[in-house]
């Protein structure tokens, strides 16, 4: 098995990871543009919120197939792997992997606390700057192990649900009904939380504060930290077996876009019309209902990581990593910049502490799609300027500022991605 320092020798196999990465953070806005513009009970049912006829029902439906939890599932990937390529080129150049390690965490961290109580609920940093930290010292184990780790964090996530599922009949009357109106709020839970969004950043953070607590504090250890943590774990051993840098035979991608793609959307496609079957039912849906998307997710993923490998190198490859690689290269500041303009829109902020009202709970699906496609559209642009020019991303800079505890080098432009 080759180390990672073998898989990770030229600069195009590093670009492997940034044009994964470029693409997975296009996609997430596909989902968050949910979360900043719509109540958050739309997120995970949208019967709760919004128009879902005709065209709004198709840009719903491609987004849960194509998009849910996909992305996240990327990400949470291509994490793992940056820890464990971090680590070897520390080793390597004689620095203190650990220390650097967890002093990048600590930053990530900071820099999330600061997204998560100033502008959206949604922050996925804090979760992943936790989750670093847990699984770095397993790092070294051999592939095997790690996988076999990964599937049991996968396993609990499952049976997490499958208990919750199978308990709600009997839970108390007052934790049921604070269930169900989470998933489906009345007339009036809808109207104070669209009058506060609609209204100024204080007015805001009566509902933010909360949300980012419940999410640190609940969702993440119950929900998410298995999944996070798995894929995580699974990205360690996909960049020591050759995956992730691109060292595999352009049959292996193939086959794996092919078999993930083709065991994935099914499976997802099942869990939709099962959700649509049962009408929305807490009952079914808040748990029960998770586990198909859960499941084909990662196998979406990773058929979405062959494919990319796939088309990287075919005739139109060096376009795509043209555009997709300087994404990918300054992900971190691009994923803060998407939620600067969707709260500068769709929250009415004009600075941290201004608000106005903005277009929160007023625009439908096909119009937030609209959005998504219009920032895409600038953060391409905007980043491949950027890294003709600067070696790393502002907020790059700013958290490997934190991490070496000194000034990177400023300047120096890069090198082409093609």
């Given at each position: 098995?080759?180390?990672?320092?073998?898989?990770?020798?030229?600069?195009?196999?590093?670009?492997?990871?940034?044009?994964?990465?470029?693409?997975?953070?296009?996609?997430?806005?596909?989902?968050?543009?949910?979360?900043?513009?719509?109540?958050?009970?739309?997120?995970?049912?949208?019967?709760?919120?919004?128009?879902?006829?005709?065209?709004?029902?198709?840009?719903?439906?491609?987004?849960?197939?194509?998009?849910?939890?996909?992305?996240?599932?990327?990400?949470?990937?291509?994490?793992?792997?940056?820890?464990?390529?971090?680590?070897?080129?520390?080793?390597?150049?004689?620095?203190?992997?650990?220390?650097?390690?967890?002093?990048?965490?600590?930053?990530?961290?900071?820099?999330?606390?600061?997204?998560?109580?100033?502008?959206?609920?949604?922050?996925?940093?804090?979760?992943?700057?936790?989750?670093?930290?847990?699984?770095?010292?397993?790092?070294?184990?051999?592939?095997?192990?790690?996988?076999?780790?990964?599937?049991?964090?996968?396993?609990?996530?499952?049976?997490?649900?499958?208990?919750?599922?199978?308990?709600?009949?009997?839970?108390?009357?007052?934790?049921?009904?604070?269930?169900?109106?989470?998933?489906?709020?009345?007339?009036?839970?809808?109207?104070?939380?669209?009058?506060?969004?609609?209204?100024?950043?204080?007015?805001?953070?009566?509902?933010?504060?909360?949300?980012?607590?419940?999410?640190?504090?609940?969702?993440?250890?119950?929900?998410?930290?298995?999944?996070?943590?798995?894929?995580?774990?699974?990205?360690?051993?996909?960049?020591?077996?050759?995956?992730?840098?691109?060292?595999?035979?352009?049959?292996?991608?193939?086959?794996?876009?092919?078999?993930?793609?083709?065991?994935?959307?099914?499976?997802?496609?099942?869990?939709?019309?099962?959700?649509?079957?049962?009408?929305?039912?807490?009952?079914?849906?808040?748990?029960?209902?998770?586990?198909?998307?859960?499941?084909?997710?990662?196998?979406?993923?990773?058929?979405?990581?062959?494919?990319?490998?796939?088309?990287?190198?075919?005739?139109?490859?060096?376009?795509?990593?043209?555009?997709?690689?300087?994404?990918?290269?300054?992900?971190?500041?691009n994923y803060l910049m998407q939620t600067l303009i969707c709260t500068t829109l769709f929250y009415g902020h004009v600075m941290v502490w201004l608000a106005a009202a903005g277009w929160f709970g007023s625009v439908s699906r096909v119009q937030q799609a609209v959005v998504v496609v219009a920032i895409w559209a600038l953060q391409l642009i905007a980043s491949r300027w950027w890294v003709s020019r600067f070696r790393f991303g502002p907020m790059e800079y700013v958290w490997r500022w934190m991490t070496y505890a000194g000034r990177p080098a400023r300047s120096s432009a890069m090198n082409s991605v093609n």
């Amino acid at each position: 098995m080759a180390t990672i320092s073998e898989t990770t020798r030229s600069t195009e196999r590093i670009e492997t990871l940034d044009l994964i990465r470029g693409f997975a953070l296009l996609g997430i806005l596909v989902m968050n543009v949910q979360s900043f513009a719509m109540p958050s009970a739309a997120y995970l049912n949208p019967t709760a919120y919004g128009d879902l006829t005709g065209w709004n029902y198709a840009v719903w439906y491609l987004a849960a197939l194509l998009a849910d939890t996909k992305f996240m599932t990327l990400f949470s990937t291509l994490f793992g792997a940056g820890i464990a390529l971090m680590a070897q080129r520390a080793k390597r150049d004689g620095r203190p992997a650990t220390a650097l390690h967890y002093r990048r965490m600590a930053g990530l961290f900071v820099i999330g606390m600061v997204h998560a109580y100033v502008f959206w609920i949604g922050d996925i940093l804090v979760p992943y700057a936790i989750c670093g930290c847990l699984i770095y010292p397993l790092i070294g184990l051999r592939c095997r192990y790690l996988l076999g780790l990964a599937l049991g964090l996968l396993l609990i996530r499952i049976a997490i649900d499958l208990l919750f599922g199978w308990s709600m009949p009997q839970w108390d009357e007052a934790a049921a009904a604070q269930v169900a109106a989470e998933w489906r709020p009345d007339a009036q839970m809808l109207s104070q939380e669209l009058a506060a969004y609609r209204g100024g950043w204080l007015e805001q953070s009566e509902y933010r504060v909360p949300g980012a607590l419940s999410m640190q504090l609940f969702v993440f250890p119950v929900i998410l930290s298995w999944r996070i943590g798995a894929m995580m774990l699974i990205g360690v051993a996909l960049m020591k077996m050759g995956v992730l840098s691109g060292r595999r035979s352009i049959f292996f991608y193939q086959m794996m876009t092919v078999i993930g793609l083709a065991i994935g959307l099914p499976v997802v496609a099942w869990g939709i019309w099962q959700h649509e079957q049962h009408q929305w039912d807490v009952g079914y849906s808040f748990f029960f209902g998770q586990i198909p998307n859960f499941v084909g997710s990662l196998f979406v993923a990773a058929g979405y990581i062959g494919g990319l490998e796939w088309i990287r190198r075919t005739r139109v490859g060096p376009t795509l990593a043209n555009w997709l690689v300087p994404v990918g290269k300054t992900a971190l500041t691009n994923y803060l910049m998407q939620t600067l303009i969707c709260t500068t829109l769709f929250y009415g902020h004009v600075m941290v502490w201004l608000a106005a009202a903005g277009w929160f709970g007023s625009v439908s699906r096909v119009q937030q799609a609209v959005v998504v496609v219009a920032i895409w559209a600038l953060q391409l642009i905007a980043s491949r300027w950027w890294v003709s020019r600067f070696r790393f991303g502002p907020m790059e800079y700013v958290w490997r500022w934190m991490t070496y505890a000194g000034r990177p080098a400023r300047s120096s432009a890069m090198n082409s991605v093609n």
